[in-house]
């Protein structure tokens, strides 16, 4: 069971390159999260989706594309990086059906945009 | 829309108590969440309060006033280990779509 898989860990992009973050869930939830986090900002969601087959814009959706792939992945796209996208993302995923706050994290991807 | 504010910072020392306050604004509640982030690490699920009260876990205890629209989390005996960012988080108003919105977190500094 390794929980919310997140890929790569790492990554430098130059300003205009695309590229996708990916994350995957074995915990059979029926929520995922893109969250990115800056200094002093605290977490701020991107997008999420409640569910398979929806996907919904969070505080700060600007700039981004998600895809509900399946149950078990959703991922994070970048079309044009800028400077400004430089920061910690982090996927989270949560439990189906019931009112409950505890998300579970990825480790988290690095990335940099020169 | 929802806001929380947190302190920026709070250094304690080895053994102490610690209190990290979380004051909200939202158009809906549903309850106050803690989180655990460590430098470099993913954050990781502490307490949840509903109700008002306090929830104790081990060390930790967490405690909310809806009346007040205010929280806290109490960590004793505190141990070097606990030296991590905390969040409060609270769900967005719309109720089943159960999204998190984090608080700019506290920066415990426990020293020996």
């Known amino acids: 069971n390794a929980g919310v898989t997140q890929t790569p860990k790492f990554q430098v992009l130059k300003t205009g390159q695309s590229m996708t973050l990916q994350c995957a869930q074995d915990?059979?939830?029926?929520?995922m999260y893109w969250y990115r986090q800056d200094p002093g900002m605290g977490l701020r969601l991107i997008y999420y989706s409640a569910s398979e087959g929806t996907t919904d814009k969070g505080e700060v959706p600007n700039g981004y594309n998600v895809s509900r792939l399946n149950k078990r992945e959703f991922s994070l796209r970048l079309e044009s990086a800028a400077p400004s996208q430089t920061s910690v993302y982090f996927c989270?995923?949560?439990?189906?059906?019931?009112?409950?706050?505890?998300?579970?994290f990825g480790s988290g991807t690095q990335l940099s945009v020169l | 829309g929802q806001s929380l504010e947190q302190p920026s910072e709070v250094t304690a020392v080895e053994g102490a108590i610690v209190q990290m306050n979380c004051t909200y604004q939202?158009?809906?509640?549903?309850?106050l969440s803690w989180y655990q982030q460590h430098d470099g690490g993913a954050p990781t699920f502490l307490s949840y309060?509903?109700?008002?009260g306090l929830e104790e876990t081990g060390r930790f205890s967490s405690f909310l006033s809806r009346s007040d629209s205010y929280g806290y989390l109490l960590l004793q005996e505190l141990q070097m280990k606990d030296s991590a960012s905390y969040f409060c988080?609270?769900?967005?108003?719309?109720?089943?779509?159960?999204?998190?919105?984090f608080g700019t977190g506290t920066l415990l500094a426990v020293q020996p």
């Open positions: 309060n509903a109700l008002d």
């Open positions: 989270a995923s949560n439990r189906p059906g019931r009112i409950n706050e505890k998300l579970f």
């Open positions: 939202t158009s809906g509640f549903y309850g």
């Open positions: 915990m059979n939830h029926n929520s």
């Open positions: 988080a609270v769900r967005d108003q719309g109720g089943a779509t159960n999204k998190l919105i």
